[in-house]
């Protein structure tokens, strides 16, 4: 288990998830590659909680290794799952998962793909958008970044000088820098999400795929932002 900021820990796994210990129960930020629950079993252990009380599970978009035990906790918990619009019926499992971007540029590897084992579909509670908070955690706000996926959202905790759960929507280099990353490709929508992240105020930045960016966060979108044109 990392702690990234009070009340705000990450569990391991190749495709990281949060939880978010509040006043209002626990809130999950996505759930992981399927079968990869216990790891986030360990970090509620650790911090005093038990499953069944994870009371939502915010999902940052459709892709397996991120929704992938939600109807896991789901079931043990009863909890409500939030999942951003364009990207639920995907996530019910009524219509296919939208490839990552980088399979437009490298499609030879959409059959290696297609032999991952894909997460159990899961009913969506709520749909989620920017400007709404629909049964949210009132210091947790959703942003629209779409371009990885259709839906692509990411999350904007108001807690420790602000806290970015970016999902797919970037990834951070040994040095904080922020890039696209291998699985994303430039496309106006793409970089238009990046562009919209940098206008928003948070210290500290959380990743699917790769180590926090621990200080001064926005300053190092604002910096990508900035060599987009």
């Known amino acids: ?7 705000v820990h990450q569990a391991a796994g190749y495709s990281r998830s949060f939880i978010i210990d509040g006043d209002e129960g626990v809130t999950l930020i996505d759930t992981g590659l399927p079968k990869n629950d216990g790891a986030i079993v360990e970090v509620l252990s650790s911090i005093g909680r038990s499953v069944e009380e994870v009371r939502r599970i915010a999902i940052t978009h459709a892709h397996f290794d991120h929704f ?3 109807a896991v906790f789901k079931r043990k918990s009863g ?3 939030f999942a951003p619009k364009r990207d639920a019926a995907a996530i019910r499992g009524e219509e296919k998962t939208p490839h990552p971007p980088v399979l437009d540029r490298l499609p030879f ?7 991952l084992p894909g997460a159990d579909p899961v009913e969506v509670d709520t749909l989620i958008a920017e400007g709404e908070q629909n049964g949210l955690p009132g210091d947790l706000k959703v942003i629209d970044t779409p371009g990885h996926t259709p839906g692509h959202v990411s999350f904007l905790l108001e807690r420790a000088g602000g ?4 999902g797919d929507a970037a990834v951070a280099t040994k040095s904080g820098e922020v890039k696209r990353g291998w699985m994303n490709r430039a496309t106006p929508l793409f970089d238009a999400s990046l562009r919209h992240i940098a206008e928003f105020d948070f210290d500290i930045a959380v990743f699917a795929h790769s180590s926090p960016i621990e200080s001064s966060a926005s300053d190092a979108f604002r910096s990508l932002a900035g060599k987009l044109g």
Do not use: C, D, E, Y
């Open 1 to 7: 288990m990392t702690s990234i900021a009070h009340g």
């Open 79 to 81: 909890a409500r799952v």
């Open 68 to 70: 992938g035990n939600a």
């Open 163 to 166: 806290v970015l759960f970016v």
């Open 109 to 115: 590897l959409k059959p290696v793909l297609g032999l």
